[in-house]
Nanobody, 124 residues
Framework: QVQLVESGGGSVQAGGSLRLSCAAS????????MGWARQAPGKEREGVAA????????YYTDAVKGRFTISRDNSKNTQYLQMNSLKPEDTAMYYC?????????????????WGQGTQVTVSS
């Protein structure tokens, strides 16, 4: 049974930091690209960051470049999203997702597996 379980969301003031985690099970983790997507109320879901199977390559949407860092630990079947300098516009539900290569930000929407999401709220 495939599972992607996110954690680490919460409420923070603008300028603060959060670290999201996503624990995966039930599929060959190191063979999958991983990514994070977010959806704010009334907006379409958007890919935020993606990482290649062994972490060699990372991809970010322009809005988070320089502030967010995606990483993965294949020994723990876990990926992370370190979010710094958070802004109110980062407020959204954040989803962990897994897709088969080729890896990339635009590939997140064709992901095979999705988590349930974790809420991030940034207040001004």
């Amino acid at each position: 049974q495939v599972q992607l379980v996110e954690s680490g969301g919460g409420s923070v003031q603008a300028g603060g930091s959060l670290r999201l985690s996503c624990a995966a099970s039930g599929f060959p983790y190191s063979g999958y690209c991983m990514g994070w997507a977010r959806q704010a109320p009334g907006k379409e879901r958007e890919g935020v960051a993606a990482i290649s199977t062994y972490g060699t390559f990372t991809y970010y949407t322009d809005a988070v470049k320089g502030r967010f860092t995606i990483s993965r630990d294949n020994s723990k079947n876990t990926q992370y999203l370190q979010m710094n300098s958070l802004k109110p516009e980062d407020t959204a539900m954040y989803y962990c997702a897994a897709h088969r290569p080729p890896c990339g930000l635009s590939q997140i929407e064709r992901s095979d597996y999705w988590g349930q999401g974790t809420q991030v709220t940034v207040s001004s």
